[in-house]
C-alpha cells in the first residue's frame, strides 16, 4: 500500500449502531487529519493530531471520537449518528503541522446514516 | 480569519478547449493558496500552491494559477483541457503562522467530446 488509504469504503449505519473509520498512511508522515465533505460545502476540518497528540477538536459533536494510536494510523468512532453526518469523511496527513507541508489526502469512506 | 468563494458551482467546456476556474480569497495579509482536484471516488490531490514570489505558478498537470493581490484572485487555467480532466477543484488558503487549510466549496468541471 502507498500513500495514504482509508478503509471501508463504503459505510452504511443506522442511528443507533458503532462503528469506526481507518485511516493508514505509508509516508512517515506526523501529522494527520480529518475533515467532513458535504455535498456543495467546503471542507470541514474536524479532527488535527501532531506526533499522535489531537491539537484540534473543531467544534466536533461528541458522537465523533478520534483515536491516534500512532503516528501512521487515525481511527475515528462513530455511534449514534445523526442523517446530517451522511458525508464524505477523508483523511489526510503531512509531514509536519505546518502549512507548507503538502497534505495528502486518502479516498475517503462514504458514510449514509439511517 | 480567511475565507474562499469560488462563484462556478458548475462548468462544462469542450474538449481541447481552454479552461479558467475562479477563485477570490478573504485575508488580510499574504495568503498561502492552493488549489486541489478531486476526481471521482478519489481523495484531494495538490495541483499547485503560491507562498511568494513569481505570481505566475506552474503547477502538474498541465495547470497554471495565477495570483492577483488587487483582485484577492487565485484563478486556476488550463490551454487544453482533456477528458481526464473531468473533476471536482478546490480552491484553498491558508495563513503562514497556521496550519489549517480553509476550502471553498468547489467547481465541478464536465469535459464533453
Known amino acids: 500500500e502507498t500513500g495514504v488509504t482509508q478503509t471501508p469504503r463504503h459505510l452504511v449505519m443506522g442511528m443507533t449502531n458503532k462503528k469506526s473509520l481507518k485511516c493508514e498512511q505509508h509516508l512517515g508522515h506526523n501529522a494527520m487529519y480529518w475533515y467532513k465533505q458535504s455535498a456543495k460545502k467546503p471542507l470541514e476540518l474536524m479532527f488535527v493530531y501532531n506526533f499522535k497528540e489531537q491539537t484540534e477538536n473543531n467544534s466536533v459533536p461528541s458522537r465523533f471520537s478520534p483515536e491516534c494510536p500512532n503516528s501512521s494510523h487515525l481511527f475515528l468512532h462513530l455511534h449514534t449518528l445523526q442523517p446530517e453526518d451522511s458525508a464524505l469523511y477523508l483523511c489526510a496527513s503531512s509531514q509536519y503541522r505546518d502549512i507548507s507541508y503538502e497534505q495528502y489526502f486518502g479516498p475517503g469512506t462514504r458514510l449514509t446514516v439511517t | ?113
Open chain 2, 1 to 113: 480569519a480567511q475565507s474562499v468563494t469560488q462563484p462556478d458551482i458548475h462548468i462544462t467546456v469542450s474538449e481541447g478547449a481552454s479552461l479558467e476556474l475562479r477563485c477570490n480569497y478573504s485575508y488580510g495579509a499574504t495568503p498561502y493558496l492552493f488549489w486541489y482536484v478531486q476526481s471521482p471516488g478519489q481523495g484531494l490531490q495538490l495541483l499547485l500552491k503560491y507562498f511568494s514570489g513569481d505570481t505566475l505558478v506552474q503547477g502538474i498537470k498541465g495547470f497554471e494559477a495565477e495570483f492577483k493581490r488587487s483582485q484577492s484572485s487565485f484563478n486556476l487555467r488550463k490551454p487544453s483541457v482533456h477528458w481526464s480532466d473531468a473533476a471536482e477543484y478546490f480552491c484553498a488558503v491558508g495563513a503562514s503562522n497556521d496550519y489549517k487549510l480553509s476550502f471553498g466549496a468547489g467547481t465541478t468541471v464536465t469535459v464533453r467530446a
